[in-house]
């Protein structure tokens, strides 16, 4: 079997870290939160998240996340609605909050997969901050 590609990535913690430090200013603008796609690949795709406040509701219709957390922690609601949804894009549905979701905590070395179509929202502790390595699969 034949690689997808011969490109080896390879990222410590600290250059994750970095790389989140780079996004600060961009979340102090765009409402807490900044994220950068670092690689592509023909059916995934990698990125590097920072969060000072809670994310909104969504569903990846076409994609599954796995999450590395890198530093802090946060909750995790998966499952149950997203009331008032609204799709922002092909195969992307966002919304305000989770409801009837299942709550766990996540703290660094934690790894999640969320399978494509689950709704899903990050909650933080206030003045928290919540930095994350994620991998993005197309999983339909």
Do not use: C, W
Not at 87 to 97: D, L, M, Q, R, Y
């Amino acid at each position: 079997m034949q690689a997808q590609t011969s490109k080896v990535d390879h990222l410590t913690k600290e250059q994750i870290r970095e790389k989140a430090q780079a996004l600060e200013a961009q979340a102090r603008t765009q409402d807490g939160s900044a994220s950068t796609k670092l690689s592509e690949y023909p059916n995934h795709y990698t990125m590097v998240a920072l969060r000072h406040k809670n994310g909104g509701a969504e569903i990846h219709e076409y994609f599954a996340d796995f999450f590395i957390v890198v530093e802090g922690h946060a909750t995790l609601l998966t499952g149950g609605s997203i009331p008032d949804s609204k799709t922002t894009a092909p195969g992307e549905i966002k919304g305000a909050s989770v409801q009837g979701g299942v709550p766990e905590e996540l703290k660094e070395g934690d790894v999640v997969h969320i399978p494509a179509g689950v709704p899903h929202q990050l909650l933080l502790p206030e003045g928290g901050s919540f930095v994350y390595f994620v991998i993005k699969v197309k999983e339909s």
